[in-house]
């Protein structure tokens, strides 16, 4: 699986941005997706996931109720809506598959996830 991240950008605190995640290959829609971010001079982090079939999506709570995440198994496109976006929010995100096929249990930690694509700058200026 290969991922190609897109729709970042410069925005003013309070606005909003959709991130895109388009999907190479045939497998896309057996693997739960995840959005990770890094700021500079901090660690990779969890932001947020969704399960292969969709549904819920899991958020990092810094995030809940902001950020939506959801999938087009069809486009093999997952996406992150983030709104009321803050100077904290400001990092390159990333995108990532699991590397378990029809996975029973929706990860949140890094180790987990095989694929990743190459990030989007997200810069949220106050």
């Known amino acids: 699986v290969q991922l190609q991240a897109s729709g970042g950008g410069l925005v003013q605190a309070g606005g909003s941005l959709r991130l895109s995640c388009a999907a190479s290959g045939r497998s896309f829609s057996r693997y739960s997706m995840g959005w990770f971010r890094q700021a500079p001079g901090k660690e990779r982090e969890f932001v947020a996931a969704?399960?292969?079939?969709?549904?819920?999506?899991y958020y990092a709570d810094s995030v809940k109720g902001r950020f939506t995440i959801s999938r087009d198994n069809a486009k093999n496109t997952v996406y992150l809506q983030m709104n009321s976006l803050k100077p904290e929010d400001t990092a390159v995100y990333y995108c990532?598959?699991?590397?378990?096929?029809?996975?029973?249990?929706?990860?949140?930690?890094?180790?987990?996830?095989?694929?990743w694509g190459q990030g989007t700058q997200v810069t949220v200026s106050s």
């Open positions: 990532s598959a699991d590397g378990e096929p029809f996975a029973a249990v929706v990860y949140t930690t890094q180790r987990n996830y095989r694929y």
């Open positions: 969704i399960k292969w079939g969709g549904g819920n999506g």
